[in-house]
């Protein structure tokens, strides 16, 4: 499938920003994940929701993050509230059919990412 994200920004901390991954195909059967790549470091895991709607997140988002699917509409959501600076990133949404969720190495489609900005 070909990914397309979008709702990236500017906010200042302690805000949110919603992020959408929209795929060009059925999404049912695929792990969906967000990872993040910050100025100078890794790309990095995010959240991920497999297929049978498990969700996992990075101690670092656990409870200002939330993602979501909507496999009717192929798409998935990632909801941050309580924003910080080092959010800043650049955001991709990936799948995979493989059931992984947190390696990037195990996503085999990748969105060209959206940059989200943290101001303090």
């Known amino acids: 499938v070909q990914l397309v994200e979008s709702g990236g920004g500017l906010v200042q901390a302690g805000g949110s920003l919603r992020l959408s991954c929209a795929a060009s195909?059925?999404?049912?059967?695929?792990?969906m994940g967000w990872f993040r790549q910050a100025p100078r470091k890794d790309r990095e895991f995010v959240a991920a929701v497999h297929w049978s709607g498990s969700t996992y997140y990075a101690d670092s988002v656990k409870g200002r993050f939330t993602i979501s699917r909507d496999n009717d509409k192929n798409t998935v959501y990632l909801q941050m509230n309580s924003l910080k600076p080092e959010d800043t990133a650049v955001y991709y949404c990936?799948?995979?059919?493989?059931?992984?969720?947190?390696?990037?190495?195990?996503?085999?489609?990748w969105g060209q990412g959206t940059q989200g900005t943290v101001s303090s």
């Open positions: 195909g059925r999404i049912r059967s695929y792990v």
């Open positions: 990936a799948a995979n059919q493989y059931g992984s969720v947190y390696s990037p190495n195990e996503y085999n489609s």
